[in-house]
């Protein structure tokens, strides 16, 4: 439904911003009386500090696009492994309509590798208005630090939308995947800070905000009022970025969605390493594995992506001590961490159970529906405290953290009567799963967070109900991005996560099933790994209880 509306006012809105684009040309024409040198006016044509660059008009809202924009140099040959270097300077002008090219990764649905290690570029969307002083806003796409990029195989992540309908600079970002963004070894060196860190991933991250602060006034941006915001490993990207004391100053809100993953100790990634190179050497049949670290670089540089990724079992931060602290997210608790913004947190319902549902990852093709249920269930339950609720109470628990806004997403999973938007029974079986909200977060409730399942669960039954999602999510999060507060629209008050007791807590997004309109609630109740554990033992029984109990181990047990 949106689709037709935002295209239907396309043409329209541009001609007003052309309008309006020649009223402020004509009248910043200097006649020599000590006038400020007019800045330039807004147009698909900007001019950055590497170069010019001339964009698109968007083909999904009213608003400008900028792709495939480089914020550092390719990571190739010596560069592989190395700290990002400021991206080079051009000649002429840069087209800037295509997608840039993704990190190498696997891709789960065709099953093959794919990408280019010349993958460190951004992309940049703001309306068509002549407006300046805007929000920026970097998404930070999600994939476990495997996958992912930034609308190639995930369209979904076209930023259009969202700077439209809230109105601000939306900066998407790749960064090095894999083994390729994390891999920690001291033959791996070089001779500028982060070159040993081997956190390559999180720096093209901290690259990519240094990017902004340089350029987002070229686009209208306003650098002083920069929101970092992502989904899963993504949040995860976001929530280390809040910790580390390179991105001090570099960003003032952060959006934590899903949190997937937390610091690993750099013994344990060392370890990995030595794995991944005896590896390596075998698969190459070498009589023994490298023991120099001359030998070892030389066997890792010489390697090429698709099996470095094939056999590499790393894609997590490491608290090395110089990008991330040693003490990891144990920080947040101490209070003792460099950049205290306003935070939204949360969770959404059914977080788990894709990966249960047989048309998801269906991770027991032969379990029962008991069970499918069992383990979806708790396992969401478990993501729900250490994603959203314990951050949530250790973050307002440190006197100067600004206000934490935490909520639960619940679109798609069945209310009280059982009823769900989405077709058949996949609301019972999939329900506010894992991602689901990005749709809606980034005003394309027109695409599926898979792009080839939308015509299986994007239904015309279900269009008024996910614009209304959408309009909620939008309407929240760029005021939040706007003012550090998601309050100031016509919803219900959103207020800050209170530790006291009957204090508010949460807020559950969803949309009534009867007319369509918000339902936006709060919601009381805390989740602590006590209690998850405890209501398994007084629900389950039998072999599904020891599954469920051996799953939530495995959960928790990274972070005791």
Not at 16 to 22: E, Y
Not at 152 to 159: A, I, K, R
Not at 310 to 323: K, M, P, R
Not at 477 to 506: H, I, M, Q, V, Y
Request: proline fraction near 7%.
């Amino acid at each position: 439904m949106l689709a037709d509306k935002s295209q239907g006012f396309t043409v329209y809105k541009f001609i007003i911003s052309l309008l309006a684009l020649t009223f402020l040309t004509a009248c910043s024409d200097d006649d020599g009386g000590g006038l400020e040198t007019p800045v330039p006016p807004l147009s698909t044509m900007v001019e950055l500090n590497t170069g010019t660059l001339e964009g698109t008009l968007s083909d999904r809202a009213a608003a400008w696009a900028y792709r495939s924009i480089p914020y550092a140099e390719p990571p190739l040959g010596e560069l592989r492994w190395k700290a990002p270097r400021p991206a080079s300077s051009w000649q002429g002008v840069r087209p800037a309509a295509e997608l840039p090219e993704f990190c190498p990764q696997f891709l789960y649905f065709t099953e093959e590798y794919a990408g280019s290690e010349d993958c460190l570029y951004l992309n940049v969307y703001r309306p068509a208005t002549p407006e300046r002083d805007l929000p920026v806003f970097l998404w930070i796409h999600g994939g476990g630090n495997n996958n992912g990029d930034t609308g190639q195989e995930f369209p979904v992540y076209d930023g259009a939308r969202l700077a439209e309908r809230g109105n601000m600079v939306v900066v998407t970002v790749q960064y090095r995947l894999g083994a390729l963004g994390w891999l920690y070894h001291p033959a791996l060196t070089g001779d500028q800070p982060g070159d040993g860190s081997g956190n390559y991933g999180t720096l093209d991250i901290i690259a990519a905000l240094e990017w902004i602060q340089d350029n987002a006034g070229a686009f209208g941006g306003d650098a002083g009022n920069v929101t970092i915001a992502g989904n899963s490993a993504g949040a995860g990207n976001v929530l280390t970025l809040v910790i580390s004391d390179l991105a001090q100053d570099l960003f003032h809100r952060a959006i934590v969605q899903s949190l997937g993953g937390w610091p690993t100790d750099a013994a344990i990634a060392l370890e990995q390493s030595n794995t991944l190179i005896a590896d390596l050497a075998a698969n190459a049949n070498l009589p023994a594995a490298p023991q120099s670290n001359e030998e070892i670089e030389a066997l890792l540089r010489g390697t090429d992506p698709q099996t470095l990724l094939s056999l590499a079992n790393t894609s997590q931060i490491f608290a090395d001590g110089e990008v991330i602290p040693r003490e990891g997210y144990e920080l947040l608790s101490r209070g003792d961490y460099p950049n205290k913004v306003p935070i939204i947190i949360g969770t959404n319902k059914d977080e788990y159970k894709l990966n249960t549902n047989p048309l998801g990852f269906n991770e027991y093709p032969n379990g029962s529906d008991e069970l499918r249920e069992a383990v979806g269930r708790y396992r969401s339950d478990a993501w729900r405290v250490s994603g959203a609720d314990e951050p949530a109470s250790q973050l307002v628990g440190v006197a100067d953290q600004p206000p934490v806004y935490v909520y639960r997403f619940n679109w798609g999973s069945p209310d009280e009567q059982g009823r769900s938007p989405l077709p058949g029974n996949f609301g019972a079986t999939g329900g506010a799963f894992h991602s689901g909200e990005i749709s809606f977060m980034m005003g394309n409730e027109d695409i599926f967070i898979f792009n080839d399942f939308t015509p299986l669960f994007f239904l015309a039954s279900n269009a008024a109900s996910r614009t209304t999602m959408a309009d909620i999510m939008v309407s929240y999060w760029s005021r939040f991005a706007a003012t550090g507060d998601p309050n100031g629209n016509s919803l219900p008050a959103w207020e800050p996560w209170s530790n006291s007791e009957g204090g508010f807590k949460a807020v559950n997004l969803d949309v009534n099933f009867d007319d369509n309109s918000p339902r936006v609630e709060p919601d009381t109740s805390i989740f602590t790994e006590a209690g998850v554990y405890a209501e398994a033992r007084e629900k389950l029984s039998g072999p599904i209880l020891e599954e469920v109990l051996s799953r939530l181990d495995e959960w928790f047990a990274p972070r005791r």
